[in-house]
Every structure is written in structure tokens, then in C-alpha cells.
């Protein structure tokens, strides 16, 4: 059996490789959660391009899983760097959790308070929106202040953001799926939210699945699954996953 080479910058470690594989001639570039670290995201970016300056391919795939907003300090540069990637580079860009939280209060500022608890404050202040002095002000004024400042560029931004994408053997997606689903019946609160149905389950799906959501301290790898969410707003790490043939790295 062909083995699967899992390295990281602190270890590597051989295990039996699984029997997925993406195209011929294809690098898959993965992902996690950013939230809100455009520090470590531009410094993964470096990483992605001098990696491929050292091992040119014909086909480079970069994908983003998605949260990309909130809890950490800088929701909008983010969003700039990914802009401009998606553009440069053709990058596909997920939507996570906390975009669609986001764009539902660009629509309706009612359900501020459930963006506030996952870390709208720290989103809204990167786009220089603030409390001011008067407290804090209704969901309709902050509404009214955000869309103000939320520039255009970053709206069409958030229309290119796709659901799910499959590349070989893989399936991306932000948080997992509804096992023994079929893709195209997969409902978005699960590709969005789902959890324990997803992360316990032995099934083995139709495509492998590499998403976020669920924070973890290193990449969990699994039979059927792998998560790269390595809460790089708190721990400062921000995890790539290599895809290319059978084989499995981190960058």
C-alpha cells in the first residue's frame, strides 16, 4: 500500500495512506478558519507561493473552508487579502458560519445578538464601526453604521462564496455534512453548522471530507474525514493542508 506522508513544521509520521487521490497534475492547497488573523493568512499566502515557486505544478488549487470573520482582530484585511486572491489566483473561497451570520445582519440587524456572541464586536471594529459614547447603540444603528462602511468590493466578495467544493477524491466543505446524504440533498444549515451527527460518525462517505468549524489543537485525521481548524485566532496557528495524488502535508 502506497503511504501517506503527514508532516507539519514541528513532525512527520508515516501511516497507511487512504485510497483518495486528486487529479493528475493537482495541488490542492487547504485552509482553516482564519477568524480574523490576517497576519498569519498573509504569511500562509507567502508560504503557498514560495512552495510553489520551489515545485511548479500545472494545476494549483487554493481553498479557503470558510469563518474567515470575527474573534480576531483584523475581519477586514482578511477579507481584502481573500478578495484579491480569488481574483489573482483563482482561489475558491467557502462560506462559514460567520459569513452567513454576518450577511444576515447586513440584511436584518434583529439577529445582532446571536452575531454579537460569536464575536461580531471585534468584526465591526475592524471596519471602524464602534460603540461611540453613547453605549451601546440599537441593532438598527450599528446596522446603519456597518452597511455604510462595508465597502462594495467586499459585498461582491461575499456573493463568490460557494457552499461546498469536490476536487478528486475530496470534498471541502466548512463544517461537514449529514452523513449517508446525498451532496446535492444536503441541506445549508448542516454544511454550515453541523457537528456531533458529522464528527462521530464511522460512515464512510462518497468523498473524502476536509473542513473546519470545529476547533481542534492539531489536524484531526480520520478515516472518513479531516479537520484543519486549528483556532488560529487564540493559538496562532493557522493550518494549509497539502493535497496532491495520495499523499497529505502540512505546510
Known amino acids: ?49 514560495a512552495d510553489l515557486w520551489r515545485r511548479p505544478i500545472p494545476q494549483a488549487v487554493e481553498i479557503y473552508l470558510g469563518d474567515y470573520v470575527d474573534r480576531g482582530p483584523d475581519s477586514k484585511m482578511v477579507i481584502e487579502l481573500l478578495a484579491t486572491r480569488l481574483v489573482r489566483n483563482n482561489a475558491v473561497c467557502l462560506r462559514g458560519n460567520h459569513e452567513y451570520l454576518m450577511e444576515h445582519f447586513l440584511r436584518d440587524p434583529s439577529i445582532l445578538s ?5 464575536g461580531a464586536m471585534q468584526t ?29 468590493t467586499h459585498a461582491l466578495f ?8 469536490c476536487c ?3 470534498l471541502f466543505v466548512h463544517a461537514g455534512i449529514r452523513p449517508s446524504i446525498p451532496l446535492d440533498q444536503q441541506r445549508m444549515d448542516d454544511l454550515l453548522w453541523i457537528r456531533d451527527e458529522f464528527l462521530e460518525s464511522p460512515h464512510r462517505h462518497t468523498k473524502f471530507v476536509v473542513h473546519g468549524h470545529t476547533p481542534v489543537a492539531h489536524p484531526d485525521l480520520r478515516h472518513n474525514r479531516l479537520n484543519i481548524d486549528t483556532a488560529a485566532w487564540r493559538s496562532g496557528i493557522l493550518t494549509c493542508a497539502i493535497f496532491e495524488e495520495t499523499s497529505i502535508q502540512f505546510l
Not at 502506497?2 to 495541488?27: C, F, G, K, Q, W
Not at 446571536?114 to 460569536?118: C, I, P, V
Not at 461611540?132 to 462602511?149: D, K, M, T, Y
Request: contains cysteine; positive net charge; aromatic residues 8%.
Open 1 to 49: 500500500m502506497v503511504a501517506m506522508r503527514i508532516m507539519s513544521r514541528r513532525s512527520a509520521a508515516e501511516i497507511p495512506a487512504l485510497p483518495h487521490s486528486t487529479p493528475a497534475d493537482t495541488r490542492i492547497y487547504a485552509i482553516g478558519d482564519i477568524h480574523g488573523r490576517a497576519d498569519l493568512l498573509s504569511e500562509t499566502m507567502e508560504r503557498i507561493d
Open 114 to 118: 446571536s452575531w454579537l456572541q460569536l
Open 124 to 152: 465591526l471594529a475592524s471596519y471602524d464601526v464602534s460603540l461611540g459614547n453613547e453605549g451601546r447603540p440599537s441593532a438598527h444603528a450599528l446596522h446603519q453604521r456597518f452597511c455604510q462602511a462595508f465597502p462594495r
Open 158 to 165: 461575499l456573493k463568490c462564496l460557494k457552499p461546498w467544493i
Open 168 to 170: 478528486g477524491d475530496y
